[in-house]
């Protein structure tokens, strides 16, 4: 592509680099940048950097946040006997969109795969154990396993529920429901919610 313009080339170049945009549509963007008032690019561009700069995980389930705590942690109203264990803050998000679940989340940061050289210690599995020994959280009665039913999920439920079974909590998963293969944050809000509701043990 021939540029009139250095400075929209790299422009250009630069919105390319983010997922699912070409070239083509990177221009697109750039241009309808261009066309609209100044002022607009500026809140944009100031919004992303404040994004990037000033976005932090919760101290106890990892969740993007603003603060310390997640709204979610910080919500005296959700019930704390529940975790629900999942691989990241999208699948967060698509069972808060079901509305069916009112407990706490443990985000892992990424699930376990050998291929792609992910191991446990790369994951905040520590930091579950640790947020189940300490003392003001024995009000946990309950793990549900959220996670993609795919061989890295099985997987990783298969390392959890070794490394959480000496807290004797109820541990169970929600695998019913979801196609087998499927991406959790894809699974309809129906399927998903009331494959949360009727979630099986883990066997
Ligand atoms: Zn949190």
Redesign the pocket.
Known sequence: MEFPSRLIEEAVNEVAKLPGIGKKTALRLVLHLLKRDEEQTQTLADTLVAMRTKVKY?Q??H?L?DND??T??ANPRRDNSLICVVEDTRDVLAIENTAQYKGLYHVLGGIISPVEGVGPSDLHIESLVQRLGAVDNEQVKEIILALSPTMEGDTTAFYLQKKLRPFKLKISTIARGIPIGGDLEYADEVTLGRSILSRIAYE
């Open positions: 919760c106890k389930c969740n946040s705590l997640c979610i942690c």
